[in-house]
């Protein structure tokens, strides 16, 4: 229910004000054209009283019911309608008051479509405010209803985004632990651990939260350090990042799934030992981040982004809506995936949280 | 018997459980489908122990490439689609982690099975699976002894050979034991269309359509090649071409 405009003062003072100065003005006027101060007064004081009453009638009424665009012809005939009710008991009373005053009735009855169209035109005006007032109050309603649903949209999508933590990996990963537990013990029990603070990682960090590249790197490390367990030495990995850029920021959890994609694609396109490569670098006001693996360019045919790509692009485009954050190139038989975070625009999302 | 599997660990676990089996002899424990393979023809195991997702080719892909698949027992970690071709045709699957003693149920299981035809059981497996996988994006073929993996937009089109289906490549033709119509089944039919009862074409080698005699075309490839349009095949190409 869209608020009264009486309910804000500033309202309350305008409308007082102004019909003050209505007031004033036809006391003014009908002393003109000859009545005398104490008529004037009278007539005048029982005609915008009525008036204002009208008015808080119309408030009323359009809060209730506002009508839709096609249909304001009705606001017309009430304004008609209220009008010749106002014109009316204004009669009804003014010519009881001054029954004897032959010179002021002659004054009323002549002063009659004057007053008629007067009315009418202060009312319209009123009316005209008010279906200004409650329709603009629908409309930031409805906004931030709209703004709240998409909101709810977004954060619903980068949990899902984020939750595609692939089954393979969990399950293979206590296949590998089960493993060692017979012929490695220490080793299944730091495994155990690794997988416990990667998962923990999943689940604590929000999808807003932006992390320094160092933290970042940590949790990748716990990723990779199980995959190395599973794949043994078949995968190996080189991370280069200069420890200047240590502390710039990127939106948690981004890195594991373009790491994740580049180990599968790697992997399961070639039966060589392979080497994943990740380098970062600054450039202008974004954090660059380069990521390669090996393929076989004669039985893969890349298209584009892998599914884990597609999900760190659109994430991205919900965070940035930018949509070229994310590129690829397939050059021999590596392949590169690139992605750029730009670095200003994260204090807003800091602040914002 | 024979152990598969891409991952190191997954395999030691296999050779630990079947500890309680001496007279299960592991002839060779592979890291990858080739290596299988070739395993396989060498020692021609009663049983080998599968993993699914491998690199290059996956466990599917590579029974499809042996003549006569042993008794297989799956051992994967998550696969959907696979799941309930297993319930039906294999011998058992296990889902890692497993345990032992659910590693020797599945032994025993295979043991009672023995004397049945695993072969059988093997094939209609590899249809069913084939069958509800997504549409397939590559060929496997063996060629001689290599192993070929063709993805499926290199093909120009198929063509009905007896048992086998010659799949044509710019590189010439490679014989896959499948029927056309498993073909038809398995590649996206918006970009493989059935011209003939013996030919299939990939619409993106089409280059034009001339008549041929009366009553029937014939589609010419970019590589050149001509390749028989039938007179319920014409029309077939034509609605899918928007001509």
């Known amino acids: 229910?869209?608020?009264?405009?009486?309910?804000?003062?500033?309202?309350?003072?305008?409308?007082?004000?102004c019909w003050l100065i209505i007031l004033a003005d036809q006391i003014f006027l009908l002393h003109y054209f000859g009545l005398s101060w104490k008529n004037a007064i009278v007539d005048s004081a029982v005609n915008v009283i009525l008036l204002i009453a009208a008015c808080l009638l119309v408030i009323m009424m359009l809060r209730y019911y506002l009508p839709q665009r096609e249909k304001y012809f009705h606001l017309v005939s009430w304004c008609v309608l209220i009008t010749i009710i106002v014109i009316l008991v204004t009669k009804v009373i003014l010519i009881n008051a001054f029954r004897h005053d032959e010179q002021y009735l002659t004054f009323f009855h002549r002063s009659i479509w004057v007053r008629i169209s007067l009315d009418l035109l202060l009312l319209g005006c009123f009316v005209l405010v008010t279906v200004v007032w409650y329709t603009w109050q629908e409309q930031s309603e409805r906004e931030v209803i709209r703004q709240d649903a998409e909101k709810l949209a977004r954060e619903a999508e980068l949990f899902k985004?984020?939750?595609?933590l692939q089954p393979h990996f969990l399950f293979n990963s206590l296949n590998s632990i089960t493993a060692l537990i017979g012929s490695r013990p220490q080793e299944a029990r730091k495994m155990v651990q690794q997988l416990s603070d990667f998962l923990r990682g999943t689940i604590r960090k929000e999808e807003y939260q932006w992390v320094t590249l160092k933290e970042e790197l940590q949790y990748l490390q716990l990723y990779l350090d199980i995959e190395k367990v599973r794949f043994g030495h078949r995968l190996s990995t080189k991370i280069e990042c200069d420890e200047s850029i240590y502390e710039m920021k990127l939106p948690a959890l981004l890195l594991q799934p373009i790491m994740e994609n580049a180990i599968k694609f790697g992997l399961y396109d070639t039966i060589d030992e392979i080497e994943i490569g990740l380098k970062a670098s600054k450039e202008d006001h974004h954090l660059v981040i380069t990521v390669t693996n090996p393929f076989d360019p004669e039985t893969s045919t890349p298209k584009g982004t892998g599914f884990g790509l597609q999900s760190v692009q659109r994430r991205l485009f919900l965070l940035f809506a930018r949509n070229d954050l994310v590129s690829t190139e397939a050059k021999e038989n590596i392949f590169t995936t690139t992605i750029k975070i730009p670095q200003h625009e994260q204090q807003s999302d800091n602040n914002r949280r | 018997m024979i152990i598969i599997d891409d991952e190191p660990l997954a395999r030691s676990i296999v050779v630990e459980y079947l500890q309680n089996f001496p007279d299960l002899t592991v002839a060779q424990v592979c890291s990858n489908g080739f290596e299988g393979v070739k395993a396989i023809q060498q020692y021609k195991p009663d049983l080998i122990i599968l993993d699914i997702?491998?690199?290059?080719?996956?466990?599917f892909e590579m029974l499809e490439l042996i003549e006569n698949p042993p008794a297989v027992i799956f051992a994967t970690a998550f696969d959907e689609y696979a799941i309930k071709a297993f319930e039906a045709h294999a011998i058992d699957y296990l889902l890692k982690p497993f345990n032992q003693e659910r590693f020797e149920k599945a032994i025993k299981k295979w043991r009672d099975t023995k004397n049945q035809s695993g072969e059988k059981q093997t094939r209609q497996l590899l249809e069913d699976v084939s069958l509800t996988a997504p549409q397939s994006e590559r060929i496997v073929i063996k060629d001689g002894s290599k192993i070929k993996i063709i993805p499926v937009q290199d093909v120009h089109y198929l063509e009905a050979a007896d048992d086998f289906v010659k799949v044509f490549t710019k590189e010439g033709y490679f014989l896959k034991n499948k029927t056309m119509s498993h073909f038809e089944q398995v590649l996206d039919p918006n970009q493989f269309v059935r011209s003939h009862r013996s030919y299939i074409i990939n619409?993106?080698?089409?280059?034009?359509?001339?008549?041929?005699?009366?009553?029937?075309?014939?589609a010419v490839l970019r590589s050149g090649a001509k390749v028989p349009v039938s007179r319920t095949g014409y029309p077939k190409l034509r609605s899918i071409l928007g001509l």
Request: charged share 20%.
């Open chain 2, 53 to 59: 997702q491998m690199p290059k080719i996956n466990g």
């Open chain 2, 203 to 218: 619409l993106q080698q089409i280059t034009r359509i001339d008549p041929y005699e009366k009553d029937s075309h014939v």
């Open chain 1, 161 to 164: 985004l984020r939750q595609q």
């Open chain 1, 1 to 17: 229910m869209a608020s009264s405009p009486l309910s804000v003062t500033r309202f309350k003072v305008i409308f007082s004000v």
